[in-house]
């Protein structure tokens, strides 16, 4: 079993980095406007932070003491297998290997050169270049090291963090306009849950580090704790900007502006702001890819090392002499580079919204599974609260679904449609493995 020879070389720091980094995309520093729109006031606006984050930290209170009980390489895919069974399991680890992962790699990517254009100016194929060389040095770094891949997790979480502190700091101290009415704004608001919903996306990635949790020294404690950490860590962070940002800036300009987190920093710190904040997001997109590629290929490594994909023992090789997955490394990085040049990325992962967060509540859900299967002196971490903790993340995971069918119904469809055509890879795999077993 290739999860069982993988080196134990990421450190609790590390993983920690990891739920930060993923989370922390460039989200933050454009979306508060949006959210504050559909709350429709900064009171109400801040507290559609305070409530995704509520969620987000009760679905990762759950998640963590399946992840304690279930320590394996592989993640969420690994958990719906053995609570749901093989099938539910392949078509998670059928969409993330081929779509999610490498086309959120790719997103990030592109919006890594896109920021990049503000200090020099490169036409639409030189973009695509610098983000084809991103993604090599990203993989190749993982490739000869995870602990390299874990080092700029930790490096590129520090860095993204800084400009946020900054701007939290000096909005907190030297801030002016004390936005925080209940008042309604002038924008008609399209609503609290479109509000909350907004967070949620900008809270998504935290699940992405139980892909690596055979490789923590002690996966049962640390994983619990590196995912409960780094959410509350994300939700400080969401909250204490959102805050600082009313604090400089009026409601309704932060609404108006597509970058709010720049036009505040030039209040704050003049036309160099924008130059500051501008890096901060680079190096907070980095990150997140590195986060995205490095988790990712997890997930082919386990799926390969039960022979669910074609080119297994390709696939789930450990490299002899770096002892990282190599190859699922690279078989995710030419998928990546591929969406890049085909620009397909953001239209894939729209379609799949749907889908992964069926998979997500099913997680969630599977905590009542693990209860009635492992006793609980298997179970090294229990969520707390039970069962109110889980059944918040539920309703949270149902509350996107409902959201995400209202709103785009048709991408629902096609990403179940999508999702189903792993199935006949799933029983092709299946009946080859019969055939060599007999």
């Not at 460039?26 to 305070?50: D, R």
């Amino acid at each position: 079993m290739s999860q069982t020879v993988l080196k134990k070389s990421i450190t609790y720091i590390e993983a920690v980095a990891l739920v930060i980094g993923v989370i922390i995309g460039s989200g933050i520093f454009l979306k508060p406007g949006k959210v504050f729109e559909a709350a429709g006031s900064p009171l109400m606006g801040l507290a559609a932070w305070v409530i995704g984050g509520i969620i987000t930290l009760a679905s990762a209170l759950t998640i963590a003491e399946i992840a304690a009980a279930i320590p394996k390489t592989g993640g969420l895919y690994t958990y719906l297998e053995e609570l749901y069974g093989e099938i539910w399991g392949f078509l998670l680890g059928w969409v993330q290997t081929v779509i999610t992962y490498p086309a959120a790699g790719a997103a990030l990517a592109i919006a890594f050169t896109t920021y990049s254009t503000f200090f020099v100016p490169m036409n639409d194929l030189q973009q695509k270049a610098l983000a084809l060389s991103v993604i090599i040095f990203v993989i190749t770094m993982n490739v000869l090291a995870t602990r390299f891949g874990g080092i700029i997790q930790t490096v590129s979480t520090i860095g993204k963090l800084i400009p946020i502190v900054v701007i939290i700091a000096f909005g907190l101290i030297g801030g002016q306009t004390h936005d925080f009415s209940n008042m309604p704004v002038l924008t008609q608001g399209a609503g609290m849950g479109a509000a909350i919903l907004g967070t949620l996306w900008a809270y998504d990635g935290w699940i992405g580090v139980t892909n690596i949790a055979g490789e923590l020294k002690n996966p049962a404690k640390e994983m619990p704790k590196a995912i409960i950490l780094g959410v509350l860590v994300c939700i400080a962070v969401y909250v204490l900007i959102n805050v600082a940002l009313l604090n400089v800036s009026s409601v309704e300009t932060l609404i108006a502006s597509k970058t709010p987190a720049s036009d505040v920093a030039i209040v704050l710190f003049g036309t160099g702001g924008a130059a500051f904040i501008t890096g901060g997001i680079m190096v907070s997109v980095f990150g997140a890819m590195n986060g995205y590629l490095l988790t990712g290929a997890r997930v082919p490594l386990a799926m390969a090392d039960r022979n669910q994909l074609p080119f297994s023992s390709t696939l789930g090789a450990i490299h002899k002499n770096f002892q990282t997955p190599s190859n699922a490394l690279i078989f995710e990085g030419i998928l990546a580079i591929a969406y890049v040049f085909s620009g397909t990325f953001n239209t894939l992962t729209d379609l799949l919204v749907f889908v992964l967060w069926i998979f997500f509540t099913l997680g969630v859900i599977g905590i009542f599974i693990l209860r009635k299967r492992v006793s609980a002196d298997q179970r090294p971490y229990k969520v707390p609260f039970y069962p109110l903790t889980p059944l918040i993340g539920i309703i949270g995971g149902l509350f996107i679904l409902y959201s995400t069918i209202i709103d785009q119904p048709q991408n629902s469809l096609y990403g179940i449609l999508i999702t189903l055509i792993g199935l006949p890879v799933f029983y092709f795999m299946k009946v080859s493995k019969t055939k060599k077993a007999s």
